[in-house]
Structures are given as structure tokens and as C-alpha cells.
């Protein structure tokens, strides 16, 4: 079977053509190609797919084998992999995903090769029994949850993934394996749940280092980068377009009307290969 391994903002993943290739288990299959030691190594998998309601369909898995909704950095990838392989023609189009349809944009260079891709990533939802957290709030704002006999102030959103944000004074004082890895597993959140860690630089600018839900820490999270700006605009600490620096990266994002969410990226294909 043919890959690619493409990265965006520091994410990496595994893309297959699932026109050419019926793949029986996705999970697995995951978990097998995810792995860093003994095969290709990434965050996640994408395989594209037919749609019936869109013009392309992504299915996403993990790198522990379990399905996503949906994933930021990845259809930014995704993009660029059915664009590049001739799955779609237009440099605008639509994908199917669990976490609803998603409305592409391409920027090429002269060669016709991407440059950037935008994303329609669709409203946040604020009800706490749909992100899902555990509370009885309209909504999930500056809350507290107890850590190993710490309390960390957090907030919650749903951006396709559950999301948890957490702002910080100083990232680099942050244990985020030790906290993210207890944060995503705590009974508050019944499906677990996405942590970021948020350092504002100013109104315009932040830096963020996420621990995903279903793969670790990882070196960027696009629908947690979203999922960010969303909760600082709201708490009066960013404005609504935001540059997010990850670790592994950087990528644009864009508050319109009723917190309507558009980013703004890169994506890479690192190499190709047979798996």
C-alpha cells in the first residue's frame, strides 16, 4: 500500500488513497503505522474516501487506533494529499467529516503546487453535556478542577473534538505530559478530552503546547489552536484573528460573527512510501 507522510504545524500523519486501496480495519491499521519505533511514525491517519454529501470524505484514526471526529492539522494535510493526487480538481471544495462538512480553500504558487490551505472549521459549541464535560453550567468557563491536589482553572469546548484550555503565565513552567495526560483521562470528561495550554504573548499572538486526546503529546493541535483563540476572544484576552505558535509550528486563526471559526495554514508532504 502507498503513503504519505505529511505534516502541518508540527502534526504528522500517514494518508492513503482509500479509492484504490479497501482498507478492512482502520483501526489497526493505525495503530500499526503510527508507530514511531518499528514503522512509519505519526499522530494520526487519514484515508480519503467517497462521499455522498461532500465532495471528499476523511476518515481519521489516531494513533492508539481510535477513531476522531475530526483533526485541524490534519484536513490541512488532507487538502494538499487529494489536491496533489488529482481526488479533487477545484481549488475549493467540501469534505465530509464526523465532525460535519468542511469548506476548503487552496492557495497555489505558479507551478500550481499549495501554498497554504483555509479551512471553514464551523461554530463552536459552548452546552457542556455536548463537548461532554460534567457540570452543571451553561457554560464551561473558568472552571476548577483538582490535579493531584492542584486546582487548575480551565474552560471547555467543543471545536469538532472536545477541547480543554488552560492559560498559563509561563508555558515553559508547565508539566504538560504530567498534567495533560491526567487532565484528558479525569472523570469530568466522559469521552476524555484535548488540553492546551495557552500563553498569551499579546492580543494577537500566543503560543500553545497541547496533549491530544487518543495520542499524546503531540508538537500541534489545529482544532486546539481554534479551540483557543475561541475561549481568549471570549474571555477579552485575544482579539478575533490570532497568529498560534505550537511547538512545531505556526498557523492563522480567524473569529468571524457568532465565534464562526476559519484557519489558516501550511501543510507538507515529508515523503512517500510503501507500507
Known amino acids: 500500500m502507498k503513503f504519505a507522510k505529511m505534516v502541518a504545524a508540527g502534526n504528522d500523519f500517514v494518508l492513503f488513497n482509500g479509492f484504490i486501496y479497501p482498507i478492512e480495519n482502520y483501526g489497526q491499521l493505525a495503530k500499526k503505522v503510527c508507530d514511531r519505533h518499528f514503522s512509519v511514525g505519526a499522530d494520526g491517519m487519514m484515508v480519503c474516501e467517497k462521499s455522498e454529501i461532500a465532495d471528499i470524505k476523511m476518515v481519521y484514526y489516531n494513533s492508539d487506533g481510535s477513531r476522531g471526529e475530526m483533526c485541524g492539522n490534519g484536513i490541512r494535510c488532507f487538502s494538499k494529499f487529494v489536491y496533489d493526487n488529482k481526488l479533487v480538481k477545484n481549488k475549493t471544495f467540501t469534505v ?39 457540570i452543571n453550567k451553561e457554560k464551561v468557563v473558568l472552571e476548577s478542577i483538582n ?5 487548575i482553572e480551565f474552560s471547555s469546548v467543543l471545536v469538532g473534538v472536545p477541547h480543554t484550555v488552560i492559560f ?68 477579552g484576552k485575544l482579539d478575533d484573528s490570532v497568529n498560534v505558535k505550537t511547538e512545531g509550528g505556526s498557523l492563522e486563526v ?19 512510501g510503501e507500507f
Open 168 to 235: 498559563v503565565d509561563d508555558i515553559n513552567d508547565i508539566d504538560v505530559n504530567e498534567f495533560g495526560s491526567k487532565i484528558e483521562v479525569h472523570p469530568m470528561f466522559p469521552k476524555k478530552t484535548n488540553v492546551n495550554f495557552i500563553e498569551v504573548v499579546d492580543r494577537k499572538n500566543i503560543n500553545i503546547y497541547t496533549w491530544e486526546r487518543g495520542a499524546g503529546r503531540t508538537l500541534g493541535c489545529g482544532t486546539g489552536s481554534c479551540a483557543s483563540v475561541v475561549m481568549g476572544n471570549m474571555l
Open 96 to 134: 465530509e467529516t464526523l465532525a460535519g462538512i468542511k469548506t476548503i480553500w487552496l492557495e497555489t504558487d505558479e507551478k500550481d503546487k499549495v501554498k497554504s490551505v483555509k479551512v471553514n472549521m464551523g461554530y463552536p459549541i459552548f452546552e457542556p453535556n455536548k463537548i461532554p464535560v460534567d
Open 147 to 151: 490535579v493531584d491536589g492542584k486546582e
Open 254 to 272: 480567524q473569529l468571524k460573527e457568532n465565534y464562526e471559526i476559519f484557519m489558516k495554514g501550511g501543510a507538507t508532504t515529508i515523503c512517500i
